[in-house]
């Protein structure tokens, strides 16, 4: 069972004994229950055996429940966290599987320090009753908050956050039953050379470690655009935080798939990518509103271009970079159409190539057969191909997947399927 498909719920000092029909009852309070495959309860001789569990986990009464997906997960803890909500239980943890904590995720040397002063700076502002609440927030019991960023409403672990003001006064009214609104602080950084949030400790919203920051591209609650009149004119207002720095730079390396079709599983979504040249990670979304969108980062921004563009040619998805409307993005492609553009080197998906294979490898990679040599003469034309001869400085090869030819220009990197003079494909009898 996929842990990430986990969610962990624990009320604080219950009444009664924690019943699987207890735990069933809250999930149906957001309409998840239909996602639910397994419910496991938590005996506190089990908790008290874990290692790096806090002491005050222990008066709380564990409840992991495993969904069908980590989508569905994810959703349910989003809807379970959404500000003006109320739990039957008075207090009640929301933990995330994995966790998100210092063994898991251990700080770094510069983070141990940032924390530190981060909790020095709340004292500093702090009544005598809540001086405390800075290191609570290093080493209390885990939580998801729900936070507002640039893009959505995002599922954050407290323990990939640094403690700031604003999080404990979330945490509190947690803690007596209130589910309410925190932004993300678009400010903060957690580079110290880069960091622009001057508040420090004393902010009112969330920090993020780097851990955390992928989270930001992920939110299951997406801005909702509202319409005004200006001048009598309606008109488009997206009230939401602004874009941290981190974000803006995602723009250039990470695509959004959106909307995603039901047949394609997070599994196959990350199959699509995995094999292209910088691929980092992928994750597939299913939001409030029932849509689905997918997000894949690359090590960089031509990586990232290329596959866009593979994945473009061969299939009907929406491919776009983070940030950018879907207006934009056809607008983009627009002006780039070309009979040069389209030979775009295409896959049976976007899995461009096996890792470490040249960008010049056929589309299916290592199972692709090149042509026999790079002269004018092998290029152009054999007598056992089914197409007519190719014009100077042109290429082709043959796919063994698909047996498929495929053709190229001597010291270009796209591919295309198609003929450059017949504008057909071929493919070779088996």
């Not at 959404?82 to 510069?110: C, D, F, M, N, Y």
């Not at 040249?277 to 597939?284: K, L, P």
Request: proline letters at 7%.
């Amino acid at each position: 069972m996929d842990v990430r498909a986990g969610l962990r719920l624990g009320v604080f000092r219950a009444a009664t004994r924690l019943s699987k029909e207890q735990v069933m009852d809250e999930i149906e309070s957001v309409r998840m229950t239909s996602h639910v495959e397994r419910v496991l309860l938590e005996s506190p001789h089990q908790i008290a055996l874990l290692p790096g569990v806090p002491p005050l986990e222990q008066e709380y009464a564990w409840a992991t429940v495993f969904f069908s997906s980590a989508e569905a997960a994810d959703l349910c803890a989003a809807l379970l966290c959404q500000p003006g909500r109320r739990s039957k239980w008075a207090r009640v943890s929301i933990q995330r599987l994995p966790i998100v904590s210092s063994q898991t995720e251990p700080h770094t040397a510069e983070e141990e320090q940032r924390a530190q002063v981060h909790v020095y700076q709340m004292n500093a502002v702090a009544h005598r009753l809540t001086k405390g609440d800075g290191a609570a927030l290093l080493c209390g019991v885990h939580d998801t908050v729900l936070a507002q960023s640039a893009y959505g409403w995002c599922v954050l672990s407290t323990g990939g956050l640094f403690p700031t003001s604003g999080l404990a006064a979330y945490l509190k009214h947690r803690h007596v039953g209130n589910f309410t609104g925190i932004d993300v602080c678009a400010d903060f950084d957690p580079r110290c050379d880069e960091d622009k949030c001057a508040a420090g400790g004393q902010c009112k919203g969330v920090h993020l470690r780097a851990c955390e920051q992928w989270r930001l591209l992920v939110p299951p609650v997406l801005i909702s655009k509202r319409e005004t009149l200006t001048a009598g004119t309606p008109t488009l207002v997206i009230t939401s935080p602004a874009e941290s720095a981190w974000q803006r730079a995602r723009r250039k390396d990470t695509l959004l798939v959106m909307p995603l079709p039901p047949e394609i599983d997070e599994a196959a979504f990350v199959y699509m990518f995995r094999w292209c040249d910088g691929f980092q990670r992928a994750q597939t979304v299913r939001t409030v509103d029932a849509l689905r969108y997918g997000v894949v980062q690359f090590a960089d921004a031509a990586s990232a271009q290329l596959a866009r563009q593979q994945a473009i040619s061969h299939s009907n998805l929406p491919v776009r970079f983070v940030g950018e409307t879907a207006a934009d993005a056809n607008s983009t492609e627009s002006l780039k159409a070309s009979p040069a553009a389209s030979s775009t080197e295409p896959t049976g998906s976007a899995t461009a190539r096996p890792p470490n294979k040249s960008r010049t490898a056929a589309p299916s990679g290592a199972n692709a057969v090149p042509a026999s040599g790079t002269s004018t003469a092998a290029a152009t034309h054999a007598p056992d191909v089914p197409f007519p001869p190719l014009p100077g400085g042109w290429e082709y090869g043959l796919s063994r997947r698909t047996m498929q030819y495929y053709f190229l220009q001597s010291g270009k990197k796209s591919t295309t399927w198609k003929h450059p003079i017949t504008q057909e494909q071929y493919k070779a009898h088996r």
